[in-house]
C-alpha cells in the first residue's frame, strides 16, 4: 500500500501516518519527492489493507499495490491454467467448449429437441434453466423444480453434461442434483450467500460477470468460492451495462484478454444476452473465439419465434451445426481445439 | 406496444404481423407513413408485452407505450404520494427523514453512542449492519446474529426506529424481529428471492438502486415487494458505476426529481456510499434535500478513524448536529419539514 | 511517479528499470515488499511523465504521484480562489452567478424580451448562441454572424455582460467583438485549437465539461487556456453520458464538490442540456446551488413552445424571477451570495 | 414520429395535439389504447422532426420513427456496400485493409523503417501523424507542417498511400497535399467546421468515434461529410469510456455487426488506442477482423520503448508481418480478403 501524502502535508502529518503504519505491524518506507511524500506500508497483505488511513489528516489517497484475491490470481498457480474437466469435455488451457441450449426450459419437447441439435453439432454442454431470474414480477419464471428431471431426462439421452442456473440458497439441494455446471446469473455475482455454498459443493461454477462489476470484483467474486475449497469457477463475461442504444448491453471482449493476464480461470463468452437479436450472435461468437475465450454459451431453439422468452436472440436449432463450425475455425486461429469425448 | 417495420418491409410482413397481433386478441391499428409502416398493438398488458415479434421478419423494432410496473406508478395512486410512517416518523410527501447511524454494529459502545448522538442531533431513524456484503472474502464480515440484540438496546434506549439490512433468506425471522425498516442493499436489488420474502413481511423496506440498474429496473423491483402486499417501500438512490476515478460511484441527484414523475413512492438519498469520503457528504446532502428528497440515509460514527468499515467516509458524531441543521434548511428550500415525534 | 514491478520480476529487471530512471535525471528510490518491488522515480516533473516504462519487461503498472496540471492546481494559488469578474459582476469564491438567456439569437424581439426578463429577475449574466453546434446537418445551425449585432444590442439595453459560443476559429474576432465570456461547448472541449486561441484573447472562458470527459481532463482543457496567459476560466458541468434512458444526460453534481478541492477555478452548472426537459430543471438548479456551485447557466425563453430549439427544456421568461429566487435561497444554504451591480 | 400522451391526457389536450402536427403539414393518426394515446404524426421527414410538442401539456414523450440520417443509412444504397478505393487498395465489401504506422511521425528515420516494415508485412495503408492532439498541453504536440514531407517521403518510397490527422481547418490545405486519407479524431467527431471542410475536399476520410458518442451520432457526423457530396466515409471503432479500470476504452466490437446493420459504409476498427498496452493488440485484432470489420488501424514502431509517444501500445515492426498473417486468417473466417496491389 502506498500512502500519498497531499502537497504541503506537515511533518507532524507524515510522522502520524508512519506510526500508525508501524503500529499495524507493518514497515514504513519514505520517499520525499519535491512536492509529494510518499509513504510505503510494507507487511503482511490483511494488515496493510486495513490501515483505514484514507481521509487522515495530511493524507491525499492511498494507492494498493497487491491485488486483493490471491487464489484467483495468475500468480498462484505461476503460470499454470486451469482446465475444468466436465464429464470428459475439457475447458481451459487449448480446450474451447460450446455450451449451448435454450434460455428456459420450457418443455421436454423444446429441451429434447435442443440437446440433440447441440449434440449433433459437436455442442460439449447443453444449458437450459428451470428458475429464471426475471426484471419483471409479472414474466414467466421458469418451470421451477419440474424443469431439473427434464434436463435430466436431456442428459440421460444425449449424454450431455448440464448448465443451469441457481437463484435460491434453499433449492441448492434440487440444482446439485442434477447440474454439472451450477450457473450463477450476473444478478448474482455479489450474492455471497450462493457463493459459498456453492463453493462448499464443489461441483463446477459458471460465474456471470455482473452488469457493472470491474474485473476485479468477478474475481474478487470467485475468491468467494475457491476460498471455500472448489477450484472449479468458470468466469463468464456477459455483456456490461453501457450507454448506447443500439443493443442491449455492451459485450466486453477485452475482458478475454486482459481475464487471461490476471488469472488461472478459464473465461467463457455469451453473446446471447449482450446482443438480444439473433443477427448478431454470430459475428461476436467469432469475435470471442478469435479473441481467445475458451468457450462460449449460447441460447439455441427449435423453433425461437415460440419461444417463452429470449426468442429474437436465440439461433436457429436446424441451422446450429453450421454456426458451430465456423465458431471452431474462428478458435483454430487463437490456437484453441474443441475437446470431444 | 407499437411495431416498426423495417423500410422495405413487404405487405406480406406488415400482414404477417398484424396476424399475430390479433391472434393475441389484441387490436392492430396500422400507419403507413411514406417510409415506415408502424402498427399498433391496442389491448391488455400482459397480451401485448408477449407478442414476441422482436427480430420477426420485417420487424425493425418494438416500442413499449405502457411502463412495465402498475403498482409502483405514479398513476396508480392518482397523483397521492406514499408517505411510510414508522414509529410515529413521516417519510415522503412533505416528510423529510435523516436516517444516520455506523456502517456496521461494530460494538455495543459504538452502536449506543451513536444512537445518542443521532437522537440528539434530531435524526429519525437508525441505521447499522449486522450482516454486511463485502467484495472481498477476507474483509470483516459483519458480527451477524450477534449484532442483532444491541441494535434492540439502541432503540430501548432511544427510541430511534431501525434500519438494518437483509442478506440472506434464512436470517428473515431474525431480522424482522429487530428491524422497523429492512434494507435491502445495492447487490441485492435484483434478489428475487429476498424481494418476494420481504414483499410477505409487510415490514418497511428501504431498497438500494443497483449500481447500474435503471430507474425502470428498480421500480420493477420494488413491483416485486409491492406485488406481495406491501405497500412501504423507500427508493434509495446511493450511487451508479461511471467512469469518473475521482469518486466512488456517481451519485444520480437526477433520479430525485425524475422518480416524483414515475412514481408515488418516497426516495431516499445515500451520500455516504458514493463519495467514500467525508468532505463530500455535506455538499451531497445539501444537493439531495434541495433537489427534494424525501430524506437521507448517511453514516456516522463516533471515532470514524477507529471504525471498521468505511471510516474515510463516516461522518464525526459530535459535528452531526450542525450537519443535520444544514440538511434540515436544505430540506426546507424544497418545501420539506423533518418529522419529529 | 511509482513505477510497480510484476509479482516474480527478476533482479535484472528491478535493475535495468532504476537504470532508467536514474537515465532521465531523476531519483530511483526502491521499496521492497514480500511480492511485490515498488520503485519511485523522484525528479523534476516532466522528466518523470515521460519514462516510456509502461510495458517494460517486470513492469506491472505506473501510478502518477504528481497531479499532470499545475496552473489549473488548487495548490497552486495556496488555497485562494479564482474570482472571475465579468463587467463588475462576481463569480467564484463567495459569489454565485445566474447566467441566463436563450438557447439560441432566433430574433431581435425573443434575445431583448429575454434579456429584460433576466435584468428584472436580478440574473448576471445573458446567454445565446450565435453559432450552434447541432448533432444533425440538416437542423437549424444558429443566426451565424446575423445573430451577434442582436447580442450586442440586448446588451446595451440591459447592461447584462453576454455569454455566448465559439466554434470556429475563423469566426474568433467577431466574437470577441461582443462576448463578455466565450463560451466553448462539451464537444470543443478537448478542441486544442480553440482552447490555445481563447487562452490568447484574455476573454473569461466558460469551459463546457465533455460528455465523457474525467475532471482531470478537464482541468487539463483549463491548463491549455491558462497557460497562455488567460486566468480567467469557468468550468462548467453540463452532464455526462449515462446508461440512464429517462432523461439526456446524467448532471454530475459531485463534480461541484470534488472540483472544489482540486482546483481554484469557479465552477457552473448547466442543469438544462442534462434535463432536456423543464420540471427538471429547478429542482436540478436548487441541488446545484445547494452543493456549492459558483453559478449557473440555464435556458430560458418568452414562450418556449415557438422556440427554434430546444424548447422543451426552457423555462418560461414570466416565472423566471421566482425560480431564480428560489436558487438565491438555496445558494445561501452553500453560503454564496449573489453578486449584483 | 409517434407522440405518446400521458394517461389521463385530456381530450382537449389531445385535440391540440393532433392540430398541432396537422399545422405542420403533417397527417395526424390517432391509436386509442385503454390508457394511454398515440398519435402518428406522418409526412416530410423535416416537418415531423421539428414539431417541438416534447414537454407540451399532456404529451409524456416522443419515440421517433425514422432515422435522423439519410446519406448514410443502409436503405440509401438499397444493400449495396459502399467500397472506398484508395491508390488501388480496397476497403469494404469483401475487402479487409490493414492500415498501420507509428503513433506519430517522429524522425525521417522512423516512418520510413515503420513504412518498409508495413510495406514488406503486406499492409496496405501507412498511418502516422505530423499534428497530435494531446491531453496535456506540456507533452510532444507532433513534428506540425515539418512532418508532412516525411510521410511524402515514405509513400515515395513505399507507394503506401497515406493517412493522417487533421486537427485545425487552417491545416487543410497542406494535409489535403500528402493525405490519401484524412483522418478526423475521437475528439473531433463533432468538430463540425472539421466535417464540412473534409466533405468539400473529396478526399476520403477515416472518421473515428468519439469517446462517448452513440453509433446513430457517429453516422450523423458521417452525414456531414456525405452531405457536402464526398463519399469516401469510413467509420472507425477506436473504444469508447467505460467503468472498467483496467483498460484505456472499452473498445466496442459489437458496433462491427451493429454498423453493418445501419450503414453501407466501411468499418475501421482501432485496437490500439482501447488497448493501451501491446499485448492486448493482437487478441482484439483478431476479433474485430472475425466479427466483420473492414480493416484494422494499427500502431508499429521499429522501437517502441524509444516511441515519444503511446510507446507501450505499438506493435515491434519486426514481428508484424507475423501478425498481419494472423490478422489475415482472422479475416477470412470472417469472408474478407485483402486487397493487395
Not at 457463493?195 to 462489476?213: D, F, Y
Request: one cysteine or more.
Amino acid at each position: 500500500m502506498m500512502i500519498v501524502m497531499k502537497e504541503g502535508a506537515t511533518e507532524d502529518q507524515v510522522a502520524a501516518v508512519i506510526e500508525r503504519v508501524q503500529a499495524a505491524g507493518a514497515q514504513a518506507h519514505i520517499s520525499k519527492g519535491e512536492l509529494v511524500t510518499v509513504i510505503g506500508a510494507i507487511g503482511d497483505r490483511e494488515h496493510v489493507a486495513n490501515l483505514g488511513l484514507e481521509g487522515a489528516p495530511g493524507v491525499d489517497h492511498l494507492v494498493p499495490i497487491l491485488k486483493p484475491y490471491k487464489l484467483a490470481s495468475e500468480q498462484y498457480k505461476r503460470g499454470e491454467r486451469t482446465v475444468v474437466e466436465v464429464d470428459g469435455r475439457k475447458i481451459g488451457g487449448d480446450h474451447f467448449a460450446t455450451i449451448a441450449g435454450p434460455c428456459t426450459v420450457e418443455s421436454r419437447e423444446v429441451i429434447l429437441d435442443t440437446a440433440r441439435a447441440v449434440k449433433d453439432a459437436g455442442g460439449q454442454l447443453l444449458r437450459g434453466g428451470a428458475y429464471k431470474p426475471r426484471t419483471s414480477p409479472y414474466s414467466f419464471q421458469g418451470l421451477g423444480d419440474a424443469g431439473l428431471p427434464l434436463l435430466a431426462e436431456a442428459k440421460a439421452e444425449t449424454g450431455l453434461p448440464i448448465v443451469t442456473e441457481l437463484m435460491d440458497v434453499r433449492d441448492l439441494d434440487a440444482v446439485v442434483g442434477v447440474a454439472d455446471v451450477i450457473q450463477l446469473g450476473a444478478r448474482n455475482m455479489q450474492n455471497y450467500t450462493l457463493l459459498t455454498e456453492v463453493g462448499r459443493t464443489g461441483v463446477p461454477v459458471l460465474l456471470k460477470r455482473g452488469l457493472s462489476a470491474t474485473l476485479e470484483e468477478l474475481l474478487m467474486a470467485a475468491e468467494y468460492v475457491l476460498k471455500e475449497g472448489n477450484p472449479s469457477v468458470l468466469l463468464c463475461e456477459r455483456g456490461v451495462r453501457a450507454f448506447e442504444p443500439s443493443y442491449r448491453f455492451a459485450l466486453d471482449l477485452m475482458a478475454v484478454p486482459v481475464l487471461r493476464e490476471l488469472t488461472h480461470l478459464p473465461v467463457i463468452v455469451d453473446p446471447s444476452h449482450a446482443a438480444g437479436k439473433r443477427s448478431l450472435v454470430e459475428p461476436l461468437s467469432l469475435a470471442a473465439a478469435a479473441a481467445g475465450a475458451d468457450g462460449i454459451i449460447v441460447e439455441v431453439h427449435p423453433q425461437p419465434e415460440e419461444a417463452i422468452c429470449d426468442g429474437p436472440q436465440q439461433l436457429y436449432a436446424d441451422r446450429f451445426a453450421e454456426y458451430a463450425e465456423q465458431v471452431e475455425r474462428a478458435a483454430a486461429v487463437a490456437g484453441k481445439v474443441l475437446s470431444n469425448v
